[in-house]
Structures are given as structure tokens and as C-alpha cells.
């Protein structure tokens, strides 16, 4: 791809609310974009920033407040290519979540006090407001899928990226299953791939940091999950925990049985 | 084949040096309370002799769950060639052999597999004879016995080892211990019947397949199918443990520069919504009841016409492996067979 200017490609790596997570990984695989790149604007990682036009921007965090929601318009102003990476900025992570539990208005008195001036905005994905080319989703991003990403947008290609649940990562690894052997409440089978599951390889339940995996059946996730003895509202914050959209739950309908063959 | 013959159980030290001197030894290990896995070996103590299933079957040592097929740079092509290897599998069991026959076939079916071929040659599989649990179910999939898929099987007849050589590389193994081993004698032989005979008395599924091919066109539109389909997951487990599932999924990772990259084959799973989605969003196989029915058929009737055999061989694993418990092979066909009453999968 030759930018705009019929140069190296220029691109810039953005935040809005969220932890920083992805803008590490970018830094740390930076050396390996620098000779095919000119990254022209990274205010977490240099002090001379450019704000023209780019080809792709990498944009981490959610939209949570009217400053983001500007910062937004004018990324998306200036991308030929606008990347989402990690999960607040596809699917808005546990800020979304704890936003369809209460009233941000009632967040913010409770920790900022109730005279507050600060402005805020129940928390969203970056998809809600501009149009998203690429959504890299993780908590925080894997980096062979990001430089995969990176590979096919610099040849003006739009990247392949599956949604196969942490399961299949999981059984490659031959690990042994700690929803079924341990009764954890492991959430593997309704979350997206790519940590190479990380926690059920420790023996820990994965808990659906990368969001929901490409028709992820939580209806039956819940079943399961009730039938070993989990209530079913500590389910459902479970499974809504890191921003899964309200549609997935729509079918949930199932009484709970615990007789099984 | 050579007559049979019998190792003592405490000269089994020396077998298993003798397998180490051809190359990497695998077999079962203990990884957890409940599960198995076949990983490299270094003394007989490591083998967990009583595994019935491992979590993996030994599908992985030919056909990798991820393996770098092709290497491109600059306009070229280099095909990558697995790794000179020798591999000595140690420890399985009759179902894992069978299914190790039946992937021969499709792998060996023109366009043959190469990669699959060359690791299958370069190995040694040495059977070890195991004691059915609640789950098997091989008998009734004709998959109880040794099969043609094996170097040496052992017999484990009480203090001996009862060893059938099938291979030219088996008995190049059987002659380096000759003083170790016997022929097997008349004694032996009723000890390794006795086993059998035990053996065939413990299953206790109470499957009968005679009926499975016409079953399973005639119960298609059952309501079973969408009953379970509400439980499943799409998780994918049941095809990664199915010692005959090989269905893949090529990925390109290219370079950044654009000029080199490389494609990889990872193992896929027709439970994925994506496996049968194509262009303008259509998929054969939309929901999960469409994608379970689809692999219960595939396993217990899909190769009926094309090789004449099931590629299912009773081995347990994805009834074990299916946090929904509806990969219960036996309790399904048993409903679909009206011998069961479905009480346990309605919504």
C-alpha cells in the first residue's frame, strides 16, 4: 500500500478509554512495523505527534465520555482504515457492562462526589458511532493476529480473523478440561480465541475477557453452567461481564434440569 | 505375521530401552485427576499403564493439531517437509488402532496426504490390551480388535506380555530381545483367550448397530436433533478428541513486506458456525442442531458408501469431552432405535 502522499504508509495508534493494553502490545511489536511504516501519531509512546491524515489508525478503549466521542469522529475523519483493538473498543469490556447494570449518572456521583463537573456517556463500542473497518478484538490483543492485520491492510486487503471459541485453543493444547473435571465456570466455549487459552492452560476458568466467540450460545452456557450448581444471576454476570451485546442473551428461555442421560 | 511370543513383565525395562533405541517413545501420561495424554517418555515408570482414553488421540503424532505446509518468498514456493523423525507410540489401545486404519484409508485416498504418509512411516505403533469402561463402546463398531494398524500389540495376561507381531519392523524389535522373549506355548495362548473373554464380558453399553445406516436417514428429521442442538455449545470439543475427525483450516500469515509468508493447517471443527458458511453469507449448516445431527451422521453413516466403514470406533472421548453431555453416542442411537425413551432431552 503506498499512502495517500505515495509514500510509506502512515499510520497512527489512538486511545480513548481503556487501559493501555493494546498501545503496549503495538510498542512492544513496533520494531517490526517500523521499516514498512511511518508512525506519524502515538501520544502514548512519542512527544511529536502529527494529526493529518493517515491510512490506518489502531484505536483502543471504549466511547465513555463526549471528549471520546469527538476524538472519534475526527480519528475516523483522517483513517483510510480504522482498526478496533481489544475489547473496549470492540465490544466496550466491563465499562459497557457495568453501564447496562446502572446509571452512569449514579457511577459518577459515587466515585467523583455529587457536584461533579465531569462529563460522561454510558460507555459503548467504537461500532455504535463510526463505521469500524476492522475489529481486532483481546484483553489485551495477540500480537501475531495484530501484525497479521497490519500485513494484509498494508496490501489494501481486509484480514481474515476467525471467532472460533477458546475451546479449540484450549483442546490443541491438550489441556485438561476444568469446566468438566473441576466444575469451574469456565466460559471457553462462548469466548473468542486468541489469548491460546491462557487461563483454562493454568487450570483456571477462562472468564470471556475477548468477548463473545461468532454465535456463541449462551443460552446453553447458562443451562450448563446452572446445572452445576451456579446461580443463575451470577451467571449472566458472568457471561455479560466484558460487553457481550444484549442480542446473544435474547434466546435465553431454558428452564434448568439436572437430570442428564 | 510371526507366531506370537511372550515377554515376562519384569524384562519389560529392556522392551522399552529396545523402543527407545529407534527414537522418541511416547505414551500415556497422567496430567490431572481424571485425564491422559501421550507425551514422550523416558523410563517405564512415567507410562501410565491403567490410561483407558487419552484426552488427544494419537491422531496428533501423524497429523498434527498445527503444522507450516508451504513457504513462500519472492514469488517461490518451498513445500515444508515434516520433521526426520522417528516416533515409537506406546500404549495403544484397540479403537485407537482402528481409527489409526481408518485415517490410513482417507489420508492414503488420492490426493494422498503426504505429510500424514511420511509420519505414519517412520513410526512404530506398539497396542497395549485395556479393560472397557462404562463409555466403550469399540465392540459394536467392529473396533475391539488389534486391526492391521500396529507393529507389535501387547496382551497383558497377568505376568506376561502376550505380543502379536504384524510388521517387518516388529519383528526386527521381537529379534533384538530374543533372550528375553519365548514362543509363545500353549498356556499362553488359553491365558490370552481368558482375557479376551473377560474382556468382551465387561462392556456393558448394550449398543446394537445393525440397523445404524438406515437409522440415521430415517430419523433425520427426529426431535431429538433440535433438542440436543439447544444444548450444544458449538464449543468444537467433540472433533479435536475424535480419533477420526481430520477436517482443517488453511491459514495464510503473511509478511509484512509482503514478499514472504506462510500457510498453516490447524485442526477445524464442523461444530464452528463458520466451517460451512460461504460467499453472500449462506450457510449449509446454520445452527448448532444442524451442525450436531451432521457429525452424528458423519461418524456413524457418512462413509458407508464411499469405504464401506464407520468412523466412529466406540472409543468414548466426546462423550467424555462434551460439557453439554449430549455427545453420548450410545444413549442417542439407543432413543433413535425407539430402546430408549428420550426423557432427558426435551427443552
Known sequence: ????????????????????????????????????????????????????????????GSVSNPHDLE???????????????????????????ACSHCKVEDMLKAVYGQDSKIEVLPSTSLDEHVKVDVKLSGCPINATQFLSVTANLLQDHLPYITHKPVCLECKLKENPCVLIEDNLPCLGPVTAAGCGALCPSVGAACYGCWGPSQDAQMDAMAVILQEKGYAIDEVLNRLQSFGAPAKLFERMKFEVKNERV | MLKPVVLPKNAFKLFFQSLKGLGTVYAPVKVSEKSYSFKEVHSPEEIAFEALRTILPPKKFFYPQEETLIRYKNGDFEEVQPEKKFQVIFGVHPCDLASLGILDTIFSSEPADSHYLKRREQSLLVGLSCMPDKHCFCNAMNADTAGSAYDLFLTDTGEEYFIEIRSAKGVELIKSLAEKVSDA?????????????????????????????????????????????????????????????????????????????????????????????????????????????????HKLHGFDDAYGFKTCVGCGRCTESCPAGIDDIVQVVKILQGKKENKHYEP
Open chain 1, 71 to 97: 476524538k472519534l469522529k475526527r480519528i475516523r475523519a483522517k483513517s483510510r482504515w480504522l482498526v478496533a483493538v481489544g475489547n473496549c473498543a470492540v465490544w466496550g469490556c466491563v465499562q459497557k457492562s
Open chain 2, 185 to 297: 506355548n500353549p498356556e499362553n495362548h488359553e491365558a490370552y483367550k481368558e482375557f479376551w473373554k473377560k474382556r468382551e464380558a465387561a462392556f456393558s453399553h448394550g449398543l446394537e448397530t445393525e440397523n445404524l445406516r438406515s437409522l440415521l436417514d430415517l430419523e433425520w428429521e427426529n426431535q431429538i436433533w433440535d433438542e440436543m442442538g439447544k444444548r450444544c455449545l458449538s464449543c468444537g470439543n467433540c472433533t479435536p478428541v475424535c480419533p477420526t475427525c481430520y477436517c482443517f483450516d488453511l491459514v495464510d500469515i503473511a509478511g509484512l513486506n509482503a514478499k514472504e509468508g506462510e500457510r498453516v493447517r490447524q485442526w477445524d471443527s464442523c461444530q464452528f458456525v463458520g466451517f460451512a458458511q460461504v460467499n453472500g453469507d449462506f450457510n449449509f449448516r446454520a445452527t448448532p442442531a444442524d451442525r450436531l445431527k451432521f457429525w452424528y451422521r
Open chain 1, 1 to 60: 500500500m503506498l499512502s495517500s502522499q505515495g509514500t510509506v504508509p502512515r499510520i497512527a495508534v489512538e486511545s480513548l478509554t481503556g487501559c493501555a493494553g493494546e498501545l503496549l502490545v503495538i510498542l512492544e511489536n513496533l520494531d517490526k512495523l517500523l521499516p514498512y511504516v511511518r508512525v506519524v501519531s502515538f501520544p502514548f509512546a512519542q512527544s511529536q505527534n502529527d494529526s493529518g491524515a493517515v491510512d490506518i489508525t489502531f484505536l483502543e
